[in-house]
């Protein structure tokens, strides 16, 4: 899917609170945090399953909110693995302890955007709708940082 076609979609079908809701996230161990605020409903979530090989050796389902704030946390920065995979143009952040998988983050010169992986959500959440399995690899880096920038969560200054 495009990013227009996405765009128009996301106008479509998102279906929007008044109210901003923040859900937490975390490892098993609890050394790697995130929390995910949006006012989108559960029920509209928009779930992808990347098939690239790091995101189903995971078993990864990632969520974002373009509108929404995402933050990233650790009580020891030194058991944070951040993971640069395939085209190397963001972190993938990973308990070294416990190995979980928590989210991804980039930089740009629009600022940091990051998706979480909605499987490390405490407690998980229900009601979600099905993951669409999404390929990109052949992407171009350029074409990649756009979509991440439309369509990624806003990372919060202050996150790792």
Partial sequence: MSTAEYALNRSKNTQV?????????????????????????????????????????????MTSDPAGALEFRSNNPDRVQRYRFGGRTADFLICRECGVYVGVQMASNKGRFGILNMLSLRPLVTGLPSAEPMDYGAETAEVRRLRREMRWTPVAPESI
């Fill in 17 to 61: 609170n008044l109210n901003t809701i923040e859900y937490l996230a975390r490892c098993h161990c609890g050394a790697l945090t995130a929390r995910y605020r949006t006012a989108i409903e559960p029920s509209a979530w928009s779930l992808r399953a990347c098939q690239c090989s790091f995101c189903r050796s995971h078993g990864a389902l």
